[in-house]
Each structure stands twice: as C-alpha cells, then as structure tokens.
C-alpha cells in the first residue's frame, strides 16, 4: 500500500518557539493532503486541507495563523506551529489522498 | 450535520471470542464509510472500505457491513485475538470530493490473553 511519513515522529520544545512537521508521500504524488489533531483518548479532528500550489482551506475555529501550511511540492506537505504554547500539545496525524486516504504515522508535539 | 458515533467506547473480551463494534451516523447521505484501527501512539491504518452500494466488506477476520437507512455499521471481529487490542475508528467524507473525514470517537478493544 502507499507510505505517506511524517517527521519528527515526536517533538519536546519550549512556549513560544515555533515547530515544524513534515508530512510526504513517498510513493506517489499528492495534491491533496489533510492535517489533524487528535487530544488524549479522543478521535481525530480535521484542521486544514492542503493543496499543492494553493493556499490551505482551515476548518472552523482553527486559526491559520497559527497553524501555517505549505504544499509547495506533490510529495511535501508542512504543517507549523507558531508560538506553541501548553494547550497545542497533541497529536497531529496528517493524510494523502489518492484513491482513498493513507494515513501517516503521526507526530507527538509536547510544548512545554 | 454528519455526526458519527461508536459504541461502545472501551471493550474488553477474552482471547477467541466473536465481537461486534458498532457506529452510527446521522445523515444517511454517505458515499462510503471506512474502519480503521489505531494503536496507541501511532498513526491509522484502513481496515475496509464500503461503498455506498456495498452491503459489507470482508477481510480475513473482519468483516464489516453498511445500513445506510439505519445509519450503521458494524465490524464483527471473529475469534479475536490478543494482537488485535487496538482503537477502532469509524470514518465518513464530508462530500464524494473533499476527502475529508469525519471521525467517531474510536471503540478501544482489549483482548486478554
């Protein structure tokens, strides 16, 4: 099946710094890839789609200066996390659409 | 407003017993439904994938069914196993285009050995 990987696979730092998560596709090319959060015993929730070459769509009540996206290529997709502070700790698992979606393996951010 | 729901949140069973996870949906309209499993920590993997023409999908041990005038479906898990503890999580699209997903809460299953 298709291999989409995230990196870091989990990330310590301090309030106020910004951090950065990388989401590819390694196998195959992506216009579409998908950002979530997932807080402690709670199920996914979507942030924002990106799109290669465009600007991300955010969901409602996920603040895009925030949460930066790039998709600058069809295999990359970043997601950063501006001035992160305790409440941002989370899991963010990100997603590549092709026929249907391939998950990563998902990125623990702690911010302490 | 879709709105997916599992039940029951957390399940224990003994090692070889046939189990049923349940999920709901409120709006009928879906054009798919899919079940992933998650272990702790980790990202999802898909499971099985029903269309909205489909009635069921088997893999293996699993299999899961669709009712869409009902708005459910289930994943039946046959003589479980150990290594199948791991969150279980039903999933809609938004629309037949988007990709994007709405999640249930997750079943958490626990099978002991």
């Known amino acids: 099946g298709a291999v989409v990987s995230q990196h870091p696979s989990r990330v310590i730092c301090k309030s106020g710094t910004s951090v950065k998560i990388e989401c590819r596709s390694l196998?195959?090319?992506?216009?579409?890839m998908f950002w979530y959060r997932q807080f402690p015993k709670q199920s996914l929730m979507l942030m924002a789609t990106s799109n290669e070459g465009s600007k991300a769509t955010y969901e409602q009540g996920v603040e895009k200066d925030k949460f930066l996206i790039n998709h600058a290529s069809l295999t990359l997709s970043t997601l950063t996390v501006t001035s992160a502070h305790p409440e941002d700790s989370s899991f963010y698992i990100c997603s590549a659409k092709r026929e249907t979606q391939y998950f990563g393996p998902g990125t623990r951010l702690l911010v302490l | 407003k879709q709105e997916v729901t599992q039940i029951p949140a957390a399940l224990s069973v003994p090692e070889g017993e046939n189990l049923v996870l349940n999920c709901s949906f409120t709006?009928?309209?879906?054009?798919?439904l899919q079940w992933f499993r998650q272990d702790p920590g980790k990202g999802l993997t898909s499971l099985l994938l029903i269309q909205s023409s489909q009635r069921e999908q088997t893999s293996g041990r699993l299999n899961a069914s669709l009712d869409k005038s009902s708005g459910r479906s289930t994943l039946y898990i046959a003589a479980s196993q150990p290594g199948d503890s791991a969150t279980y999580l039903c999933a809609v699209p938004i629309s037949s285009n988007t990709g994007k997903l709405i999640f249930g809460q997750g079943t958490t299953l626990q099978v002991k050995p």
């Open positions: 709006d009928s309209a879906i054009y798919n």
């Open positions: 196998d195959f090319q992506a216009t579409t």
